[in-house]
Nanobody, 126 residues
Framework: QVQLVESGGGLVQAGGSLRLSCASSGRTFSSSVMGWFRQAPGKERVFVAGVSWSGGRTDYGDSVKGRFTISRDNAKTTVFLQMDNLKPEDTAVYHC???????????????????WGQGTQVTVSS
């Protein structure tokens, strides 16, 4: 089992920045990929960013490319999402996800991920 706990959400004005963290505990898998998804009220969960176990491979959703950066700490237990130039449309609950058998491939579909955090709210005011 893998447990995921997100932190770092909050309220920010448009153009501002936030840094989300996702701490994992429990079993670790060197084949794992970790990702961030977001879900706005009444909408589907959407892929935001993902990173491989080594940190050498990353991928982003089209709407956040050039503004968000995902990274992984050396201990491989925490993933960060640096969000810059935030827009009102970035408002959502952000969930961390863990694909234990990703093998370096960052999947964009929620069904590919085995474990999920509870989420952290990000609200961007205009």
């Amino acid at each position: 089992q893998v447990q995921l706990v997100e932190s770092g959400g909050g309220l920010v004005q448009a153009g501002g920045s936030l840094r989300l963290s996702c701490a994992s505990s429990g079993r670790t898998f060197s084949s794992s990929v970790m990702g961030w998804f977001r879900q706005a009220p009444g909408k589907e969960r959407v892929f935001v960013a993902g990173v491989s176990w080594s940190g050498g491979r990353t991928d982003y959703g089209d709407s956040v490319k050039g503004r968000f950066t995902i990274s992984r700490d050396n201990a491989k237990t925490t993933v960060f999402l640096q969000m810059d130039n935030l827009k009102p449309e970035d408002t959502a609950v952000y969930h961390c996800a863990y694909d234990q058998n990703g093998y370096g491939i960052v999947q964009h579909t929620p069904g590919a991920y085995d474990y999920w955090g509870q989420g952290t709210q990000v609200t961007v005011s205009s």
